[in-house]
């Protein structure tokens, strides 16, 4: 069961803007411009005393989308930064590399967009257009979720390109991270949602003494694999697709991880690929003491496979993993994009319960 935990209005906070990491580039024509740069609020509450918290939160947004959704939702309501603000805590939000109010040069790669009816299908209106056997659990985007909807609008209104390059996006989005994590100077407690949600595992690989904890909102997965925009194979590193520190070291992804299949748990759930158990699997070396937890919403269609993402990390040496299954808390209804949803707050409610019992 949930308790009133809602924050109906914006918490007071202060806030600061700046910007963290980017290098100069040097052009045919002897010009120079800084570029990889990345756009960064920082949210402090104005909590006092014992109600402000010592560690400070990270939130990364995922493919298409920007620091903005941490905080308005698409229905007007105040978002996560909002409760999380009232909770004590000092957050960030950031538009990762390339994207929103982090600028994006011609010679970085070319751009995607995703079409609005994917996004109907696969985060709004999955109860009546996803394919996928939970879809019709889905109760909680307000509105109908379709095009012409003043919801719907605002949500894909504020869509943005993305880079083509996802390896290039993830290296520039890991560097901007750690220098973010410098500045801060003190451990932290990363979230990351979706395509973000590899994000906090490559900048804990650089910074492991700067990470506390990784929130991970649905990351990106399963494990080898991308279900979605564009789906099959992905993620040669098993949870990124650019490289992240294994012992023994991985060279070459394709030739030395050794893999298996295993079967779903369960009919609604699909088989998920992870290392075989000869020879020794390989160990995410820097994130072995890092706390995680997985975020899995009942209706979304990360519900068939985020399992295989748990196992895959505890295969790889992380310690302290824990999946919660926000159906298992009593919160139903949600989708992937549970954090803009009608009852966020809620699903934001069990992560602070985590937090203080475990994170």
Known sequence: MVDDTRANISAIHQREVFYVGGRYILDSKGNHTLQGQMYVER??????????????????????????????KP????????????????????????????????????????????????????????TWPQAKLHTQWPGSGRMGDPIFDQFYASGLQILSHVVVQEKASQAACAALLDRIGKPVILVGHSAGGSIPWLTADVRPHLVKTIIAIEPTGPPFHKVGFKSGSAAPYGITNAPITYAPLVANPDKDFVKSVVGAPSP?????????????????????????????????????????TVLFLRQAGVKDVEHLKLEERGIFGNGHMMHMEKNSDDVAAEIVRWIDGRG
């Open 75 to 130: 229905d007007g309501q105040p978002g996560w930064a909002s409760y999380f603000l009232s909770r004590g805590f000092e957050c960030y939000t950031v538009d990762l590399p390339f994207r929103g109010r982090s600028p994006w040069f011609p010679g970085n790669g070319t751009m995607t967009v995703y079409p609005a009816k994917f996004i109907q299908t696969m985060f709004t209106a999955c109860r009546d257009l996803g």
């Open 43 to 72: 949210l402090i509450p104005e909590a006092k005393g014992s109600t402000m918290r010592s560690v400070p939160i990270i939130f990364i947004h995922g493919a298409t989308r920007s620091g903005t959704d941490w905080l308005t």
């Open 268 to 308: 609604k759930l699909i088989d998920c690929t992870i290392q075989a158990e000869k020879p020794t699997p390989r160990q995410l070396a820097n994130l072995t003491d890092v706390k995680v937890l997985l975020v899995t919403a009942p209706a979304s269609y990360h519900a068939q496979y985020d399992w295989g």
